[in-house]
């Protein structure tokens, strides 16, 4: 059950993209379609913006996108707003009904 | 409104125990897989542990595995979270959150500190 890695920071100007890499291994992310990743303001609870790989709940806009290759998910936010600065977290099914996070990276707006 | 509604946190010292509740609201509860996640201060979030919607299968991280017990009772629509042989290391806000392959639905958290 180690964390799955994620860059400890990432940034970019408004309007412009940043994507986000979750790695981990073949008992994890490589081995179920079963990533998402969590937006956390800070001082509030996580919010869900992509299930299963790529699917984005209603009200997640789509300038939210995510993938997945190998052992490595990602999170691409187009379109860059001010609004999207936060800690971003992946989680991925881990095999037996567990889960396991992401260590977080947090987004900047320039 | 679908809500989750966390509480039972607080102070107790090292090696004391603590029950945290969460009381569900405006879905059909016995239907969804349960977890309690938890967020040490100013650090990332972990998974704790999960319930099947009938309560037949319960996880744990191994972190927590021999002193923490998951339960809940879908008559009163409530998630528990038994916590034993508490350490400093168990400091942290714990939410309450619905789902199995995405977490959708999250509590506003509970601060549990641990310490003498």
């Known amino acids: 059950q180690s964390a799955l890695t994620q860059p400890p920071s990432a940034s970019g100007s408004p309007g412009q993209s940043v994507t986000i890499s979750c790695t981990g291994t073949?008992?994890?992310?490589?081995?179920?379609?079963?990533v998402s990743w969590y937006q956390q303001h800070p001082g509030k609870a996580p919010k869900v913006m992509i299930y299963?790989?790529?699917k984005r709940p209603s009200g997640v806009p789509d300038r939210f996108s995510g993938s997945k290759s190998g052992n490595t998910a990602s999170l691409t936010v187009s379109g860059l707003q001010a609004e999207d600065e936060a800690d971003y977290y992946c989680s991925s099914y881990a095999g037996s009904n567990d889960c396991v996070f992401g260590t977080g990276t947090k987004v900047t707006v320039l | 409104e679908v809500q989750l509604v966390e509480s039972g946190g607080g102070l107790v010292q090292p090696g004391g125990s603590l029950r945290l509740s969460c009381a569900a609201s405006?879905?059909?509860?016995?239907?969804?897989?349960m977890n309690w996640v938890r967020q040490a201060p100013g650090k990332g979030l972990v998974w704790v542990s999960r319930i099947k919607s009938d309560g037949s299968t319960t996880r744990y991280a191994d972190a927590v595995k021999g002193r923490f017990t998951i339960s809940r009772d879908n008559a009163k629509n409530t998630l528990y979270l038994q916590m034993n042989s508490l350490r400093a290391e168990d400091t942290a806000v714990y939410y309450c959150v619905r789902g199995y392959s995405g977490y959708e639905v999250w509590g506003q958290g509970t601060l549990v500190t641990v310490s003498s």
């Open positions: 405006g879905f059909t509860f016995n239907s969804y897989w």
């Open positions: 299963e790989v790529s």
């Open positions: 073949s008992s994890d992310v490589g081995g179920y379609n079963y």
